[in-house]
């Protein structure tokens, strides 16, 4: 994920966070997210059984067709569902709720190892994506919050963790374009010239060592001259 991006979902997900900390105690948003699960199911499985339908039968084999009739209708009942009896379906929220908190802390985690970004980021803001990941493994664990009169804990758990993990991703990406532009604004290092000049005297050497020529001398069969 490129750093833009990355402070778009985060800036996203801290809005998310102060909505679900403001809503907390009432009814609104259980429902409003219920309501969207179903959208999610209702909305892809419409656009399955449109696409299935308009695609000429030579196209597609007839298994292959009977499979996305079967995807589309299939989602399509179960979106259906969950819009139409929310209160049946509040009671799992708990679940997908944990689960986006593990993994989102663990994808923070993963972006702010040295091995993913060539940034080097201070040691305290892992404590940030550690907290979230431990909430979620809380909220699994806790048996007491699956019970539906204790939903707006659930909300407001999840609230402040997404609070922090909005925070805490506007801050890797603030830290991480000003680290990159301060490197790349640093002077190259000296190394490299004096590499050039150890390299010119290396090659000067054995100039400067030759033997001089030595004058040829005469043959040896040759007498003085009287």
């Known amino acids: 994920m490129t750093t833009k991006g990355n402070a778009l979902v985060s800036i996203l997900v801290l809005l998310l966070g102060i909505v679900f900390i403001y809503f907390f105690d009432g009814d609104t948003v259980p429902r409003s997210i219920v309501f969207l699960c179903g959208l999610t199911f209702v909305v892809p499985a419409l656009i399955l059984l449109l696409s299935t339908f308009m695609t000429s039968r030579a196209k597609q084999s007839a298994g292959y067709r009977s499979i996305q009739i079967v995807c589309g209708v299939g989602g399509l009942a179960l979106g259906a569902c969950i819009m139409l009896l929310p209160d049946v379906f509040r009671p799992l929220l708990l679940y997908p709720f944990a689960l986006l908190l593990i993994v989102g802390g663990a994808f923070q985690i993963l972006l702010l190892s040295r091995k ?10 892992f404590i940030i994506p550690v907290v979230v990941i431990i ?9 007491s919050l699956r019970n539906p009169s204790n939903e707006r804990w659930v909300i407001l758990i999840t609230g402040i963790s997404a609070v922090l993990y909005g925070v805490n991703g506007v801050l890797v990406s603030v830290l ?3 680290k990159r532009a301060a490197a790349a604004a640093t002077p190259p290092s000296e190394e490299k010239p004096k590499a050039v000049e ?3 005297s290396e090659t000067k050497a054995p100039e400067e060592h030759k033997e001089p020529a ?3 001398t005469a ?7 009287a």
Do not use: C, F, I
């Not at 993913?116 to 803001?125: E, H, N």
């Not at 043959?219 to 001259?225: L, Q, R, V």
């Open 219 to 225: 043959s040896s069969g040759e007498g003085p001259k």
């Open 116 to 125: 993913q970004r060539p940034v080097d980021y201070p040691a305290w803001m």
């Open 176 to 178: 991480g374009r000003q």
């Open 214 to 216: 030595v004058p040829e």
């Open 135 to 143: 909430a979620g493994v809380v909220m699994l664990s806790v048996e």
């Open 198 to 200: 150890e390299h010119r």
